[in-house]
């Protein structure tokens, strides 16, 4: 069985700040992992994936997510947030079967 | 442009009432899911089809029926038996395989809300 804890459901941050965005994942097996963003009242959009290779993923509009297999983590950061990076973010793990999603982090940047 | 079209984006129901959520592909996508999302509870999988005529249960199957009779297509049925019906419904497909190959990178669909009055 695999699981997933995002550990803040909310995460108030000003504009231009840092932010981290914590996830951490139990597995028995090899994992992917994923982060997704919701927008309100939208689905979800693919942010980035760690399936092989460097540990370290980046997304197109600046976030960035390391894999830790030693600490079982995948957190999301970004240097500088922006007004419009307001939204909900999903972790979620692959392992031996399906995607399991974790509880979700809102993000609210404050100008 | 190819994506996932979900209908209706809200629906109110009376208790009782059974209801169909609607879900398009044109992604050329073989796997669908269903999903439901309350607020802090993240994304519970009712349903998921990995092939035309065949659907498996996910963890919260109770109360929902699917079918799949045509790849592009995978409506859900919240039936009366559903004790609490009221969330947002996703709607999701991929690709089957190996997850380097793309599959389990799921495409979601806009959602619907439905309400119970």
């Known amino acids: 069985a695999q699981s997933v804890t995002q550990l803040d459901s909310q995460v108030p941050v000003f504009e231009e700040a840092p932010v981290e965005l914590r996830c951490n994942y139990s597995s028995s097996v090899s994992v992917y992992l994923f982060w997704y963003v919701q927008y309100p009242n939208q689905g979800l959009q693919l942010l980035l994936k760690?399936?092989?290779?460097?540990?370290l993923v980046e997304s197109i509009n600046g976030f960035e997510a390391e894999f830790n297999k030693s600490q079982t983590s995948f957190h999301l950061r970004k240097p500088s947030v922006h007004i419009s990076d307001t939204a909900e973010y999903f972790c979620?793990?692959?392992?031996?079967?399906?995607?399991?999603f974790g509880g979700g982090t809102r993000l609210m940047v404050k100008p | 442009d190819g994506g996932i079209t979900q209908s209706p984006k809200y629906l109110f129901r009376k208790e009782g009432q059974n209801v169909t959520l609607s879900c398009e592909q044109n992604?050329?996508?073989?796997?669908m899911y269903w999903y439901r999302q309350d607020p802090g509870q993240g994304l519970r999988l009712i349903y998921y089809s990995q092939i035309v005529n065949d659907f498996q249960k996910g963890d919260i199957a109770e109360g929902y029926s699917v079918s799949r009779e045509k790849k592009e297509s995978f409506p859900l049925t919240v039936t009366s038996a559903q004790k609490n019906p009221t969330a947002f419904y996703l709607c999701?497909?991929?690709?089957?395989?190996?997850?380097?190959?793309?599959?389990?990178?799921?495409?979601f669909g806009a959602g619907s809300r439905l309400t119970v009055l």
């Open positions: 760690y399936l092989s290779g460097s540990t």
């Open positions: 979620a793990v692959r392992g031996s079967n399906m995607l399991t």
């Open positions: 992604l050329n996508h073989d796997a």
């Open positions: 999701a497909s991929s690709m089957t395989g190996q997850p380097r190959s793309g599959a389990n990178v799921l495409t």
